[in-house]
Nanobody, 119 residues
Framework: QVQPVESGGGLVQAGGSLRLSCVAS????????MGWFRQAPGKDREFVSA????????YYADFAKGRFTISRDNAKNTVYLQMNSLKPEDTAVYYC????????????WGQGTLVTVSS
């Protein structure tokens, strides 16, 4: 089963930055829209950002606009999430995933990477 591998999380103070990476092999990476999602304690998983197959178009949840930047490197099968001006409410486990043809993430999730933002 294909599972992405996320990394780059950690503990950071409010206002700080982190760069998350996700290596997603097992499929033809460049053929898929890729997305980042997050799940905070006690909450459902939610959409954060997505990037088109060639990286030319990006999408963001309202809370991510102006603070987060998604990008991808198809040669490395990797998608990134640069997060700036982090807030305590950004604390969550962050996941990446492929989008299927019905514009939904595949039902195969990695372990995620934990981001903790202290106030």
């Amino acid at each position: 089963q294909v599972q992405p591998v996320e990394s780059g999380g950690g503990l950071v103070q409010a206002g700080g930055s982190l760069r998350l990476s996700c290596v997603a092999s097992g499929r033809t990476f460049s053929a898929y829209v890729m997305g980042w999602f997050r799940q905070a304690p006690g909450k459902d998983r939610e959409f954060v950002s997505a990037v088109s197959r060639n990286g030319g178009t990006t999408y963001y949840a309202d809370f991510a606009k102006g603070r987060f930047t998604i990008s991808r490197d198809n040669a490395k099968n990797t998608v990134y999430l640069q997060m700036n001006s982090l807030k305590p409410e950004d604390t969550a486990v962050y996941y990446c995933n492929f989008y299927d043809d019905s514009n939904k993430p595949f039902d195969a999730w990695g372990q995620g990477t934990l981001v903790t933002v202290s106030s």
